[in-house]
């Protein structure tokens, strides 16, 4: 399904279920759009940032993010007890910044409201994505030096 983006010039955007194929992109994306903060927490560890996706990958629970058709980024949203976990949600940097993760997560939003899902996560400290999950509706629950979570009961 092709989306309209919710800002910025027009997108051609789909969600598609992840594959087993989708791992090492993932990782080395992963790898790219989380070492500023890693390093600036430092963090950083070359093999490790690519090791825990490896770890924790969920073809199940994971979208693909494509933009015209080739590959943008992803969005994992894990089923739990009392809420759903939103995880691993990165964009190739060259589509930040343009609406398009504002879109897919209002998409994602709008269906954990459906459903009446209340939503978590957690962010970096100083990551400029806690600024994207704010204004979708996001609250902090509880933060440590290097991980701020989030809430977000649904509208």
Same mark, same amino acid.
């Given at each position: 399904?092709?989306?309209?983006?919710a800002?910025?010039?027009a997108l051609?955007?789909a +969600?598609?279920?992840?594959?087993?194929?989708? @791992?090492?992109? !993932?990782v080395e994306?992963?790898a790219?759009v989380?070492?500023?903060? !890693?390093?600036? @927490?430092g963090?950083?560890?070359?093999h490790?940032?690519?090791q825990r996706?490896?770890?924790s990958f969920?073809p199940?629970h994971?979208?693909?993010?494509?933009v015209?058709?080739? /590959?943008a =980024?992803?969005?994992t %949203?894990?089923?739990?007890?009392?809420?759903?976990?939103l995880e691993?949600?990165? !964009?190739n940097?060259?589509?930040q910044g343009? =609406? @398009?993760g504002?879109?897919v997560l209002?998409t %994602? +939003?709008?269906?954990?409201d459906?459903?009446q899902?209340?939503?978590? @996560?957690n962010v970096?400290?100083g990551?400029p994505?806690?600024? !994207?999950y704010e204004?979708? =509706?996001f609250?902090v629950d509880?933060?440590?030096?290097?991980?701020?979570?989030?809430?977000?009961? /649904? +509208?």
């Amino acid at each position: 399904m092709t989306h309209p983006p919710a800002t910025g010039p027009a997108l051609n955007w789909a +969600l598609r279920p992840a594959t087993a194929a989708d @791992l090492e992109p !993932l990782v080395e994306l992963r790898a790219v759009v989380m070492r500023p903060d !890693l390093e600036r @927490l430092g963090r950083y560890d070359a093999h490790r940032v690519r090791q825990r996706l490896r770890d924790s990958f969920s073809p199940a629970h994971t979208q693909i993010i494509e933009v015209d058709t080739g /590959f943008a =980024g992803s969005i994992t %949203v894990r089923p739990a007890t009392a809420a759903r976990w939103l995880e691993h949600f990165y !964009l190739n940097p060259r589509h930040q910044g343009r =609406g @398009l993760g504002t879109a897919v997560l209002g998409t %994602v +939003l709008a269906t954990a409201d459906a459903d009446q899902a209340t939503v978590r @996560l957690n962010v970096l400290q100083g990551s400029p994505a806690r600024n !994207l999950y704010e204004r979708h =509706g996001f609250v902090v629950d509880s933060e440590d030096p290097v991980d701020v979570f989030m809430i977000r009961k /649904f +509208l």
